[in-house]
C-alpha cells in the first residue's frame, strides 16, 4: 500500500492526505509541487525518476476494509539526505532526458 507521507523532503511543508500538492516517485519519495516544478525540474533527487501527482485516499471506507479510517496517513516526517548543491548539480545532469528515457 502507497505510503501517505506527511510533508515534503526538500522544504519541509505539510502534505496532509487530502493535498492536492503532493508529487511522488516510484519509490514514494514525496515533494511538494513548487519544489517538483521549481529547483527539482520533475526530477527526484533520491532516485532519479520522475514525479506524478499523488492520488488522494478516501476519507470514508467506501468499501470494506478501505480509507484513511482503516489505512491512515504515515506521520514519519523525511527530509532528503542530499544538500541543496548536490541537488542542483543531479538535476542539471538528468532533468533533460524524460522520466521514460532515463
Ligand atoms: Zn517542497
Ligand atoms: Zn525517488
Known sequence: MLELRPNCELCDRDLPPG???ARICTYECT???A???GVLGNVCPNCGGGFEKR???PVRAWRE???LGND?????RRQTPHTREEI???VRAVRDLP???R
Open 35 to 37: 519544489c517538483v516544478e
Open 55 to 57: 492520488p488522494i485516499r
Open 19 to 21: 493535498s492536492t500538492e
Open 88 to 90: 542542483e548539480a543531479f
Open 31 to 33: 515533494f511538494c509541487a
Open 99 to 101: 522520466p521514460d528515457a
Open 72 to 76: 491512515p496517513a504515515g506521520t514519519q
Open 65 to 67: 476494509d478501505t480509507g
